[in-house]
C-alpha cells in the first residue's frame, strides 16, 4: 500500500508560479515512479508528468514542456511539481500518483496508487 498526500495548490494569477508537494507513505519511495495528472471540470483527467525511481529522467506533456518542471526527493518522501508561467488553461485538480511497475507512463492505468488531489485556480 502507498499513500499519497497533495499539498501546494491554491489561486494564482497567470503568469505566477506554484509548487505542488506530494508526500508519499507506506512503502520504500525510491522503488516506483511517480506521475502527475490533472482533471479539468468536465475533462477527462490528463497526463502532466512523470519522474523515475531515481528522478534522474522525467517526461512532459507537450502542453506543460519548458513551464513545469518534476523533481524528487527520496530522503524526504516527496515528490513536485514546479509550475511556472501558470495560464488559465492549466486551471484543475491535480494529483499525484504511484506506479510501481512502469516508470513514465503517460496513461492513468500505469499508475497503482493516487492522491485526494490539490485544486489549482489561474485567474486571467
Known amino acids: 500500500q502507498v499513500q499519497l498526500v497533495e499539498s501546494g495548490g491554491g489561486l494564482v494569477q497567470a503568469g505566477g508560479s506554484l509548487r505542488l508537494s506530494c508526500a508519499a507513505s507506506?512503502?520504500?519511495?525510491?522503488?516506483?515512479?511517480m506521475g502527475w495528472f490533472r482533471q479539468a471540470p468536465g475533462k477527462e483527467r490528463e497526463f502532466v508528468a512523470a519522474?523515475?525511481?531515481?528522478?534522474?529522467?522525467?517526461r512532459y506533456a507537450d502542453s506543460v514542456k519548458g513551464r513545469f518542471t518534476s523533481s524528487r526527493d527520496n530522503a524526504k518522501n516527496t515528490v513536485y511539481l514546479q509550475m511556472n508561467s501558470l495560464k488559465p488553461e492549466d486551471t484543475a485538480v491535480y494529483y499525484c500518483?504511484?506506479?510501481?511497475?512502469?516508470?513514465?507512463?503517460?496513461?492513468?492505468?500505469?499508475?497503482?496508487?493516487w492522491g485526494q488531489g490539490t485544486q489549482v485556480t489561474v485567474s486571467s
Open positions: 500518483a504511484a506506479d510501481l511497475t512502469y516508470g513514465l507512463g503517460t496513461t492513468s492505468g500505469n499508475y497503482d496508487y
Open positions: 507506506g512503502r520504500t519511495f525510491s522503488s516506483y515512479a
Open positions: 519522474i523515475s525511481r531515481s528522478g534522474g529522467r522525467t
